[in-house]
C-alpha cells in the first residue's frame, strides 16, 4: 500500500526558499497521482500542486503559480518535491502529501495521505 512520508518543513523568512519531500514507500502504479495540499488552523485544507507520475503533467493552485515547482523526476527514490520560492507569510500552514488516481469525471481521487510538514513564514 502506498505509504507517504513528507519532509523538508521549517522556518524562513519572507522571500526565501523551501523543498519539501514527499517519498512513497509503497508501490507505485503508472496512474498514480502525487500531490501537496496545505491548511491553516481553521480552514478547509487547500490544493496546492499536483503532477502525474507517468508523464510528469502538472498543476497548480493560482497561489502557487510562478513560484512553486512539483517535481516527480527522482523515480529511483520515489520521492515527488515541492520547491516552494518567494516565500509570503500567506504560505504559513502544515503542508500534507497526497497521493490517489484519476476519476472518469477528470478529477482526482486523493486515496493517500502523509502526516504533514510544518512551513512558518516570518515577516
Known amino acids: 500500500q502506498v505509504q507517504l512520508v513528507e519532509s523538508g518543513g521549517g522556518l524562513v523568512q519572507a522571500g526565501g526558499s523551501l523543498r519539501l519531500s514527499c517519498t512513497n514507500s509503497g508501490p507505485t502504479a503508472s496512474r498514480l497521482v502525487m500531490g501537496w495540499f496545505r491548511q491553516v488552523p481553521g480552514k478547509e485544507r487547500e490544493f496546492v500542486s499536483s503532477t502525474e507520475w507517468n508523464d510528469g503533467h502538472s498543476s497548480y493552485a493560482d497561489s502557487a503559480k510562478g513560484r512553486f515547482t512539483i517535481d516527480s523526476t527522482d523515480n529511483a527514490k520515489n520521492t515527488v518535491y515541492l520547491q516552494m520560492n518567494r516565500l509570503i507569510p500567506e504560505d504559513t500552514a502544515v503542508y500534507y502529501c497526497?497521493?490517489?488516481?484519476?476519476?472518469?469525471?477528470?478529477?482526482?481521487?486523493?486515496?493517500?495521505w502523509g502526516q504533514g510538514t510544518q512551513v512558518t513564514v516570518s515577516s
Open positions: 497526497a497521493a490517489g488516481f484519476p476519476t472518469l469525471r477528470g478529477t482526482t481521487r486523493w486515496d493517500y
